[in-house]
Every structure is written in C-alpha cells, then in structure tokens.
C-alpha cells in the first residue's frame, strides 16, 4: 500500500547491519509504505547495501587537517544557503558560541546538503546532541525514539538536563515502551506538549511460530537459554548466580548464553568462579537466522537485564513458544505479563530467578503450556511486523 | 648487575614503583626502565637508568639511532636477528617494535623482569640472547583474561616453559598459573612489601553514628563495586546508616547503579588519587571493604591493616593468605552482597575494644610480613637463583 511520497531522515550511529533486525524492518516497512527514507551516520563496512546512506562528515582531531576540512567543506554548504543560514541564525539563538556553530555546520553537513526532508527522525535520542536546531534549519519536522539506554542510562551521565535543548525543537517522540516515557516525564522534564506515541518493538513471528511444544520441561535435563550481548546491562551475572542455587539443589541443567560483547571475560569468569563450567556454555557466533531453531531446542528464556528497553528477543521467545522468565527491568513487564505469558521477577535478584526456575520445575504440564500459548497469542497479535509498519506509517504522516 | 623492571610505561602503577624504589636502594643492581614517558614527574635513583619515548615520532627515534649504535656490537646484532622473528609488518610496525626492543636487546641485561604476562610472547626471544626472563603472575593477566582467550592459554602454555623464572604475588595465582604449566620449581612467592616509615599506625575511635566506609581500586568489573552497590542497598533497607566512596573512578554501569537503587545520598566516587591523597582517604574512613571477585594481593588492603583501618574483603586470589578471618579483618565470600552487608552490619555493633585489638593485630602482621626490606631480599633470591648470580650481603 503506497500512500505517500514523504522522504524522512534517519539518523542513527552506524550504518544498518545485516543482522540488526529491528531498524531493517523498521526501514523497509517504510518504504513499503511508500516514503523515501535516508539514513545519516558514521561510515563504516558493515552496511547493508540496499538502504541509501548519506556519511557524517567527521572532523579529525589534528587541528591542522581540521582548518583544512573546515576551509574546503563548509563552502559545499552554499548550495544550501538558506539552511546554512537558519542553522546559524537558530544555533545563535540557543546561545552556542561561533565555534560550535561552525562545528556544528561541518558535522552536520552531510544532512544539510542533503535532500529536502519532510521528517528528520533520531533513531536514538542521543543522535539529537549536537542536532538541536538541525530540523529549524532543514525546514521539516523533527522526532526522536527512546530506546533504553539513551533514556535510562545516558542521561545520569552526561547530566539529566542534557535532552533540555533538544525538547525546545522537538515536534514528536517514539517510545517503545510507556516506563521510558515516564522517566523522561519525570527524569528529564519532557515537555507534555510534544506529541507521543508508543509503538513497540515488533518481531516477523512467522519465523518463530512453528512446531507446539507439548513437553516443556525435559525429566533428564532442564535447558535454559539466553540471549543477549555480553554487556553489563543484560545482567548474566544474576542469572549465573541463580543457576549456582539450582545446582546446588540438585537440578541438572544445561544453560546456553548466546551473545557477544565486551564482558566475555567478566561472564567466563565467572562461571568459572561458580563452579558452572559443564552446565553453562558461551556462545559467541550464531547468526540470527539461527535462532528460532535454538530457541525450539530449549525449554526457558532467560533474560535478566538491569536494564533494558524493551527486549526484542523476548518477542521471539515467546512467538517460538518458549517459556520466559525476565527481570522487571525498564520495558520487559510490559513484554511479559507476570503469570500469565511468563514470569516477571525483581531486577538483581538471583535468589528470585532461583526460585522461580524451581517452581516452574514443580509446575503441571498443562499449567506451562497454556502459559506458553497465551504468550504466543499475545505476541501474534500484538508484536507483529505488520502492525508496527502501520502505527509507523501513521508516526511519520502525522 | 644489570636488571630491567619491565612494565612499558614510566612511571608505572604504585606497587611496580614501590618494587622499583626498593630495589634501586640494592648496591648490587643497576636497574634499567624502558618503554613509554607518562605525563607526571617522577625522579629515579642514581642506579636507575631510563631509556624511554614520550611519542611515536620518539618511539621511532629512538629505533633508528639504536640502530647505528647496533654498528658497534655486529655480533649481538646477528643474535638479535636470528632471535627476533619478524613476519611480514609493515615498516612503521617494524620501527616502532625496534623502538621498544633495541634498547634492550643493546643493554645485555642480565634479567629481565616482565610485569605482565600478557607480554611474554614480545620478549621471551630475549632468552636467546642469554638474558634471563623472569615473569610476574600478576591479577588479570593470569586470573581471568586467559579463561575467556584460548590463544592466550595456548600462548602461556607454549611460553611459560621457555621462562626463567616467575614472581607469584601470592600462593593462589601460583597456583592459578600452574595449570599453563609446570612452573612451581621456577616460582618464587613473594608478596607485596610497605615501606612502614610511611605508614603511621593510627587507629580511630569507633564512630557511633555512621559508618564511613571506603574502596579504591580503578573502576574495572573485576572489583565487584556492583556487588557492594547492592550490598549498600541491602544497608539501607536494614537503616543501617552508612556513607561508601569508591576511589577509582565511576562506570556508566555504578552511575546508573546507584541511581536505580536510590543510594545517591548514601555513595560518592571520587576519580584516582595520589598515593598520598590514598592515604588520607583510608584514614578518614572507618572501614576498607574490598568488594573484588579477583585479586592477586590487594596493596590496599596491606596499606589499610599498616594504617590501622579496619579491612573487610571478599574470600578473592591470595586475600585469605593475609587476613584470617575474624583477627585481624573479615573475610567474606566473593560474589555474595548479601555476606557483604551482614558483615559490615555485624561490624556497627561490635565493640571498640574488639576493634582496636584487631587493627593492632592487623599491624602487625604487616610488619611481620609485608615489609618492603623482605620483598626485595626475595626478589633478590629470585634473580639469584635465575642466574646464579652471588650477591654481596646487603648493607
């Protein structure tokens, strides 16, 4: 269905990668609907090469070459000269010095000689530093998506004011989940005027539903399974510790984290410590087309974030018809209603995951699989790609 | 007798230059530093010699003149190049590696002492050039960085036998290092050593409101701030009134910590401090907790026990090789908050007398054990043995 010729500005930090499923089918579901969308970020390899890219223009930290870049690329801008000019004029007003203006003019020159947008959309809110005033100078409306970690964790760093100059230019904001709205009502002051709506995350479930599970918990070997980058925020260290108590009690598991990321020595370490080097493998490559036959070869979702946005792979899980077991972290009670399409426990709490892992052990068959099933209906009929596509058709054309 | 301390960086961190100023006080050594100049002042002794770069330009520098020096010792040139096995680097690599190498291999030390075991595959060629090549198992390098690294485990497995020698900071990583191979014959355990003059005994009056409680070490996963975070929590809920620093710098992961547990009030971080700022640090609180899930020795642990505060640490490495539970710290088991927070709250209700006797017991046993003057007599023994080297007696 073609009902539009907008073109919108994506700007994100690195080019889409083949496997990041969630901005491909995010990108594609738009241009199915008909808008032309262009996607602004850092240049590197991983590209998936059938979007359109337009590189930011970096400047280098030699101040020498830096002169230079400045001296031959801002003068490009005067085939834009009424944006070059606004951009000054707005960037003057929100007090930036000369400086950071020309800074400003250079870095986003590859959305400032670009071509005419209708929406310029940060992909995460972060992407709006250093871009305030660029959608007053482009002459087209500007929206933000909060994600997670720009709402939850950036900010406590870099001070909770610093979204402030961004939401006096912002005409729209995508939440994928009501939790993160909130903290930005309430964290970071988000003006109620500016227009929401929530649109969640959502999964292709006709690659996860598939064969009914009529036997979750296996009588030889409980398999657990999660799935997530080896970060901090993903909280494997709880889960491991869990998993200790469980062994202790005499339960034979095996428990596969699939994922990779800078804390592969934090986690092997340890499991290690805990005594859970044959229970628990690391598994750093595993393409994502491998997933839902992974997931169909385990009985539970693990996944015990100290933070999180929303948590795709959730969606998955519970479409593939696994049973999951999440931290109250951010968006995830939201993706899973405790009791009912899974187990919600507190965030930083192995004792908890424990003990719901035994419980589960000690639930009736028929009890898991209507769980089970009511969370894949769930999913089916909220968190489907097609849905997402037209609440996103409907984000833009607003 | 000519002895590199080898860390690639000038100055390096506290315990390598505490290491450095005790041995440079030995009549016997002329102790070489090599590598890259820091920012920061540091003065040597007159029997420390340093060949060091500020830059790559220097770096560069550097490998050139060396190289007209080398004109003048062909023989140990030859050596050098047959030792020294280049693969296909470009020519920069090429000058850069000469720039750390050349002055060493134009020293002909007789031992050179590698701090980190990461770097062994850089230097064990040194051992065909007659130098002997003695290696400290040192924290990370050893406690968890091979786990997750097979080429790194291969890469000690293959090298370790080619060693001369190792410095084990404590039994545990002895130990630890051992399964890379059969090294024990060739380990000497020689722990950590405090110049005492510097570390004045005060103990404190025990403080009747509130409990200051302080960590240092830099901000890295492997000193288990998150499990003292939630330790804190655990405080809190239980109105235990507390304040904790960490002394070491602040991670994204401990801000947003302590955001989300609502202990902004009770937790501060201050970034990385002078040893003399450190000091001060440990003195004005109550109680050290070293919160680590690995460690060889912690220092600051010994400078706590010689500075008479109170020290609580996780069962981590060779910590329970120096504090035995109960006489003179607390041990509690790694990875556990809740053992953490039990503990610290048993600590508000104990005794002043019971206190003061097991920072006194803590003292000395630094003295006992922990002096500078003995980890230099065994790092002394160490080298003799490697070269069979007869040392005068000390002065």
Redesign the interface.
Known sequence: MKSTNKTIGLVIPAPIGYSETFFTSKVKGLEEAGFKVIIFCARNNDADASFKYRYQWVLSAKPVIRVLQVFFGLPMLLKCPSRGSRYIRYARQSGQSIGSIIRGLYNNGNILTGPRLDTLHFGFTTMGHGREVIGKAMNCKLSTSFRGYDI??YP??HGLGCYHKLWKHLDKVHTISDDLLEIAYERLALPTNIRVKKITPAIDTKKFVGREKRQFIRTDKLKILSIGRLH??KGH?YAL?ALKELKEAGINFQYDIVGSGK????????K???GLESEVNVCEEVSHSDVPELMKSHDILLHPS??EGFGNTVLEAQAAGMLCIVSDAEGLAENVLHEKTGWVVPK?NSAMIARQLLEILNMPQDELLQISKMAQNRVLNQYDLEAQKSAFTQFFNA | MKVAVYSGKIPSTTFIERLIEGLSKEKELQIYLFGRLKNGEITYRNRVVTKSFKNTLGQILLALSYRILFFLKPNLWRKFKTARAYKATNLKEKLKDWGKVLPVVYSELDIFHLQWAKDLSNWIFLEELDVRVICSLRGAHINYSPLADDNLARSYQELFVKCSGFHAVSKAIMTEASQYGEIKARTEVIYSGLDLQKFTLKIKPKQINKLKIVSIGRAHWVKGYHYALDACKLLKDRNINFSYLIVGGETEELQYQVHDLNLASHVNFKSRLSISEVKKNIGDHDLLLLPSVGEGIANVVLESMALGTLVVSTDCGGMSEVIRDGENGFLVPIMNSEAIASRLEEITTMSEAKQRQICTTARQYIEQNHQEHSMITGMLDLYKDTTRFTFKSRD
């Open positions: 939850g964790v406590l760093k901090w925020k260290e510790k804390d592969l020595e934090r986690i092997i370490f340890t290690t410590k805990l100290v933070q930083r």
